[in-house]
């Protein structure tokens, strides 16, 4: 029996979650998703840095982990809501604790995404499409918020299905379908290809994952070591490992900081 996953990523997690608490608990009329609005901290202070943002905000410019005074500038009437994180873990136990109802199998991610293992539940909840869309559907009715969810043989996949087109969608990147939808995306956009990796692979000439894919595999692990070997068979859409009942581990933690007054000189910095 081929896998059958799912992997779950809740839309802009932070802003939906404060949005949501808005509106079901404190019965604000105004919904943080449906404006431009971001979250950041310390909002008068030049530093904040943008963490979420809405689909407005984005239409507008905005970034994430941009300095919240460069948002304001491309969105003057920007809607800023200070971040609250023992909410954004309330709100992330109540959705794993959903999916564990639908699944044994759940693997959490991150805070606001995890993999479901839906093999042989097509008896339970239908053809794979048809379950995805319950589950996405019963989250925004249970718990106030959407999610994308991306369907795939493995987990590597499904998460690159979560990533198309967003909000409250369902996408399915089978494997026959990788060369069409996965290929011609940015090799950037490859689960575990990073900024450095990316412009590493630009420079000899790989700007696409169908570019990474279509190496001969013996080169990717010259240019790039086991770590080639890796990203060659990810471009191909080959991942084998199990959906787990354990929290992924943590490989890195990143810390973002600003400087307190503007710098001109690269000797300042």
Known sequence: MERL???????????????????????????????????????????SIVLAKSIPAKKRGVKTGEPLGMARDKCPDLVVAEPDYDL??????????????????????SIDEAWVDMTGTERLYG???LAAN???????????????????PNRLLAKMASDFEKPDRVHTLYK?????KMWPLPVGDLFGVGPSAAKRLNSCGIYTIGDLARLER????????????????????????????QRTRDNSYGNSVTMPRDLARPADA
Request: net charge neutral.
């Open 218 to 245: 013996d080169t990717a692990v010259k240019l790039f070591g086991s770590r080639g070997d890796t990203l060659w068979n990810y471009a191909n859409g080959r991942e084998a490992d199990p959906v787990t009942k």
């Open 176 to 180: 026959y379908e990788v060369e069409t």
């Open 88 to 109: 954004y873990v309330s709100a992330s136990q109540k959705m794993i604790a959903l999916l564990r109802e639908v699944s044994p199998v759940v693997e959490q991610y």
């Open 5 to 47: 996953i799912f992997h779950v990523d809740v839309n802009s997690a932070f802003l939906s979650w404060t949005a949501a608490y808005r509106c079901l608990v404190l019965g604000e009329k105004t919904d943080l998703r449906e404006i431009p609005s971001v979250i950041a901290g310390h909002q008068n202070i030049r530093t």
């Open 134 to 152: 319950w589950l996405k559907g019963r989250i925004r009715r249970e718990l106030g918020f959407t999610v994308n969810v991306g369907i795939a």
């Open 127 to 129: 053809p794979p499409v």
